[in-house]
Nanobody, 129 residues
Framework: QLRLVESGGGLVQPGGSLRLSCAAS????????VGWFRQAPGKEREGVGC????????YYVDSVKGRFTVSRDYVKDTVDLQMNNLKPEDAGVYYC??????????????????????WGQGILVNVSS
C-alpha cells in the first residue's frame, strides 16, 4: 500500500512562513507527480499546487500564486510546500497526494474528482495572531 506522510505544520502568525514536507513510505516519490491540497473547517478540500513527475514543472491555483512554492528534495526524496506571506484564509488541514500521471494530479488540483495512487493523512496549519 502506498502511503504518504506530511510534516512541518503548526501555528504561524499572518505574514509568516511555513514549510511542509511530503514523504513516501514504501516507494520513491521521484517517479510520481505530487499535489498539495487543503481543507478549511466547513469547506470542501481544494487544490493548492503540484509538481510534475518528470520535468519539475509546477502548477498553482490563483489564490497562492507568488506565495507558495512546490519543490522536490531529491536527497530526502520529499516534495515540499514552502508557504510565505500566510493569510488566515490559508489555515486548514493540508494533504499531499501522488500519482504516476501528472495529468491526473493537475486535474485534481484544478478540482476534478479523480482517483490518485496515494494520499497522506493530513497536517494542520493554523494562521492566527
Amino acid at each position: 500500500q502506498l502511503r504518504l506522510v506530511e510534516s512541518g505544520g503548526g501555528l504561524v502568525q499572518p505574514g509568516g512562513s511555513l514549510r511542509l514536507s511530503c514523504a513516501a513510505s514504501g516507494f520513491s516519490l521521484k517517479y510520481y507527480a505530487v499535489g498539495w491540497f487543503r481543507q478549511a473547517p466547513g469547506k470542501e478540500r481544494e487544490g493548492v499546487g503540484c509538481i510534475s513527475g518528470s520535468d519539475g514543472k509546477t502548477y498553482y491555483v490563483d489564490s497562492v500564486k507568488g506565495r507558495f512554492t512546490v519543490s522536490r528534495d531529491y536527497v530526502k526524496d520529499t516534495v515540499d510546500l514552502q508557504m510565505n506571506n500566510l493569510k488566515p484564509e490559508d489555515a486548514g488541514v493540508y494533504y499531499c497526494a501522488a500519482d504516476r500521471s501528472t495529468i491526473v494530479v493537475v486535474d485534481a488540483v484544478k478540482g476534478t474528482p479523480v482517483n490518485m495512487d496515494a494520499w497522506g493523512q493530513g497536517i494542520l496549519v493554523n494562521v492566527s495572531s
